[in-house]
């Protein structure tokens, strides 16, 4: 959920942001402010407890990051509750860490009155929006997900470990290490989906997790820039063409070829003094030996399939949702919102069936566009024939 200012939809957002007047904030927008951050929220939106909540969770955020990242940013943090987004449930625009001018502070942005319908939890979207802020150049490089989600260390109440690695494969929420890091040769749809989404965050996630206990936070970051230009980023090839990939904010704007293989196999034994199968081999060996602990695995798999079906829906809007009328938009976000409820109170059962609802409403407001968009082929066809 990083959000460069290169990316165009965020550097719109950015701008918007940054171009009202200071006067135009005091009248709409609250705050409150901590040691770390100045945090802005609507009233009407949010009440001043949740707020004063958000900057608590923000500020564990931050001493968990001073910890894990060995630096901290120079200045506070902006801590923005009240974007209005789609495909991304924060963002962050880290800027200079060692900068004091406040024109550069870093901002972080979280949909904090809508994460009750999104579902991942507060603590984890800050802590991983605030990680991306103390990564810094990292959070740009085709492990910055990973990065900032090994930071954040959970997901759903769900503490990281390294039986999440089995329980994701286990469940197809999981894409083979060598195509994902090396080669980039798998199969993936034009919008993020629970399976994409789970690999370049969590896969990643746990790839990092793994090489900073091994080689220590300094090395690995070395390494994580090195492998960085090596690969581009960890999206599939399959995506390297299309404008915006998975993305709205377009990540992948630089790079249009696929990357050369040995080159990014090179970056793990030139800087890790490892050769990557045998990274490989360790990791995996690591991930097997846990026993996964049934009902928080299927608690981990249902939470990542909920979070990753919403991104493809909002994205798929972004792209394709001019025409849905509201009281369809709502009746998914209803559903959507119903299986977290689940989810939150222990149902899953329950969860699982509101989910099921919600990706039946989401193929059905697919499905006349996709025919739509056959008809078309088939007229152009005939006119070229
Ligand atoms: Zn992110």
Same mark, same amino acid.
């Given at each position: ?204 996630? +746990?790839?990092?997790?793994? @090489?900073?206990?091994?080689? %220590?936070?300094?090395? =690995? &970051? #070395?390494?994580?820039? !090195?492998?960085? $230009?090596?690969?581009?980023?960890? +999206?599939?090839?399959?995506? @390297?063409?299309?404008?915006? %990939?998975?993305?709205? =904010? &377009? #990540?992948?704007?630089? !790079?249009?070829? $696929? ?20 990274? #490989? ?105």
């Amino acid at each position: 959920m990083l959000r460069r200012t290169s990316y165009p939809a965020a550097l719109l957002l950015l701008a918007v942001l940054l171009s009202l007047p200071v006067a135009a904030f005091a009248r709409d927008a609250s705050q409150v402010e901590s040691a770390h951050f100045r945090v802005r929220y609507k009233s009407e939106q949010l009440s001043r407890e949740q707020a004063e909540t958000a900057r608590d969770q923000a500020e564990s955020a931050w001493q968990r990051c001073a910890d894990l990242f060995h630096t901290e940013p120079a200045q506070k943090i902006q801590l923005d509750l009240t974007p209005d987004l789609l495909g991304a449930t924060g963002f962050a625009r880290p800027g200079d860490i060692h900068s004091t001018d406040p024109k550069h502070a870093p901002l972080v942005g979280v949909r904090y009155s809508e994460l009750g319908y999104l579902g991942i939890g507060s603590q984890y979207v800050i802590n991983h929006e605030v990680a991306h802020v103390f990564s810094g150049r990292l959070a740009a490089t085709p492990l910055g997900e990973g990065i900032a989600d090994w930071a954040a260390g959970l997901f759903n109440g769900i503490p990281m470990a390294p039986w999440w690695g089995q329980a994701l494969r286990d469940a197809d929420l999981w894409v083979d290490p060598d195509a994902l890091f090396i080669t980039g040769d798998y199969e993936a749809p034009a919008e993020v989906d629970p399976r994409t989404r789970t690999a370049e965050y969590t896969e990643a996630a +746990l790839l990092v997790r793994f @090489l900073v206990r091994e080689y %220590g936070w300094d090395r =690995f &970051a #070395r390494f994580a820039e !090195r492998y960085g $230009a090596a690969r581009g980023t960890i +999206l599939s090839n399959a995506l @390297l063409g299309h404008a915006g %990939g998975d993305s709205p =904010f &377009a #990540r992948d704007s630089q !790079r249009r070829r $696929a990357p050369d293989p040995e080159r990014v196999r090179q970056t793990f034994s030139e800087t890790l003094g490892d050769s990557w199968p045998a990274i #490989r081999e360790r990791w995996e060996h690591e991930m097997s030996s846990e026993p996964v602990p049934a009902a928080l695995g299927q608690r981990l798999v249902l939470a990542e399939t909920i979070y990753g079906s919403i991104r493809n829906y909002e994205m798929w809007l972004l792209r394709h949702g001019r025409d849905v009328r509201d009281t369809d938009r709502q009746a998914v976000r209803r559903a959507f919102g119903e299986a977290n409820q689940a989810m939150a109170a222990g149902d899953l059962k329950a969860a699982a069936k509101s989910l099921r609802e919600a990706q039946d409403r989401v193929k059905a407001l697919k499905r006349p566009l996709a025919v739509a968009a056959a008809l078309r082929n088939e007229e152009g066809d005939a006119a070229e024939g």
